[in-house]
């Protein structure tokens, strides 16, 4: 891990508090949009490592529960942290963002 990953899950973990989905104590970090050599290529590094593509979670389940698969959805996602790669958004904003269009 580098640095600035390091220092974007601390983001995530703070911004969750360190609170899963679903209410349990989270223990890692869950991609929206997933990271994968796709993924990594068509949305770039800097968006897929960001603070607001991450998400404190329990475990593997939940990691599924917070990834945002469809194809619409993704793009508002990848549109909302590319103009936001320094803001700390709320989960609660990015989710209802994704959703009313
Ligand atoms: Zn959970």
Redo the contacts with the bound molecule.
């Keep these: 891990m580098t640095r600035t990953e390091i220092e974007e899950y601390i983001k995530a973990y703070d911004r969750d508090r360190y609170q ?5 104590r ?1 223990v890692m970090i869950g991609h929206c949009l997933d990271r994968t050599l796709v993924n990594i290529k068509k949305f770039g590094k800097e968006v897929i490592q960001n603070h607001n593509n991450l998400r404190a ?3 593997l ?2 990691n599924t529960v917070v990834r945002v698969s469809k194809e619409n959805e993704r793009e508002i996602l990848f549109n909302l942290i590319k103009d936001n790669l320094n803001n700390i958004l709320p989960v609660e904003y990015i989710n209802k963002k994704i959703k009313e269009e």
């Design positions: 899963c989905v679903c209410g349990k989270a979670v329990c475990s389940s939940c």
